[in-house]
């Protein structure tokens, strides 16, 4: 089993930064990678990026490509996500992932077993 614990959401102007965190716990030796998704209201939830362990390659929604980066600390088993030039858009409660199923794409959800709270991003214009 795996436990994930988000923080660093909160309130934002636009072009305004913010940077989450994800503590894991638990059997993370199995898994593949992990990564960030995000749900705004009344919509679908929405991949953002992952890295692998394998290789460290990072991969990242074309809509954030740019403004966000994502990054690890091995040792603090940390998955972090770098927000800046932050858009209303971006307003979403973000969710930390853990890939297990590599026969799914990267920003297939069924790809991560394991979800984290969330945490609030809200962004105004």
């Known amino acids: 089993q795996v436990q994930l614990v988000e923080s660093g959401g909160g309130s934002v102007q636009a072009g305004g930064s913010l940077r989450l965190s994800c503590a894991a716990s638990g059997r993370t030796v199995n898994s593949y990678g992990m990564g960030w998704f995000r749900q705004a209201p009344g919509k679908e939830r929405e991949f953002v990026a992952t890295f692998s362990w394998s290789d460290d390659s990072t991969y990242s929604a074309d809509s954030v490509k740019g403004r966000f980066t994502i990054s690890r600390d091995n040792a603090k088993n940390t998955v972090y996500l770098q927000m800046n030039s932050l858009k209303p858009e971006d307003t979403a409660v973000y969710y930390c992932?853990?890939?297990?199923?590599?026969?799914?794409?990267?920003?297939?959800?069924?790809?991560?077993?394991?979800w984290g709270q969330g945490t609030q991003v809200t962004v105004s214009s």
């Open positions: 992932v853990v890939s297990v199923n590599p026969s799914y794409g990267y920003s297939d959800y069924r790809r991560y077993a394991y």
